[in-house]
């Protein structure tokens, strides 16, 4: 049993770079997922542009029509603008507040629901988003479709048929709401097979431990 006061690390990035390591390490499901899940979309052009930002969308195109991106399909652009928690898409639930000029969001969240059925190793994590459309520009004019449903059919295209390094994530709901706030919303909410926090990374190997404590 390790004691109290022994540490991991020795310095301040020391410290910092286990931190930072959680976004790859197999040891906690919200962050892992997480850093997936906006690596997806931010490599998703489709996406940024159905949400809309004029101002932003100069980024995604450049001044001949062309996807804004190097011959190994990185960004050119500033893409990562429309991340970040003043802008369009958010690692976790955000109920925006009544605005004079439209503006559309995505949420993204994680959640731990069930264990397998007789098998407590394995646990079900919950993937929703939060589709949040400003009733002012409820349809994309270029498409003709209602922009909730056009974000959430990229998004199934984006999630349904991939693996997360994991298993597939598995649709289980797909809901149309609104918010009193002249928002209309779409929430879409994906299952993934995940081991119930039996893994460990010390000196950068991860490794299967069901000793808890």
Known sequence: MNKINEYSFHTKDDMLNKLRAYTHNPDDDNIRIKNQVYQILLHCPELLYAIHDAELESELFDDDGN????????????????????????????????????????????SFN??????????????????????????DDLTGLPRHD???????????????????????????????N???????????????NITKTENGKSFYSNKRW
């Open 114 to 139: 069930d264990l397998a059925r007789y098998n407590n190793s394995i646990k079900t994590l919950l993937l929703t988003f939060t589709i949040f459309i400003h009733e002012k520009d409820v349809i």
């Open 67 to 110: 996807l804004n991106v190097d011959a190994d399909g990185e960004p050119l652009g500033e893409w990562d603008r429309y991340f970040g928690e003043n802008s369009h898409i958010r690692p976790y639930i955000f109920f925006p507040e009544t605005e004079t000029d439209s503006r559309n969001y995505v949420c993204y969240q994680t």
């Open 182 to 196: 002249n928002y209309l919303v779409r929430t879409l909410q994906y299952q993934i097979i995940t081991p119930n």
């Open 150 to 180: 056009l974000i959430a059919a990229i998004l199934r295209d984006r999630f349904a048929w991939i693996g997360t390094e994991v298993e597939n994530p598995i649709p289980s709901l797909d809901k149309e709401s609104t918010m009193d």
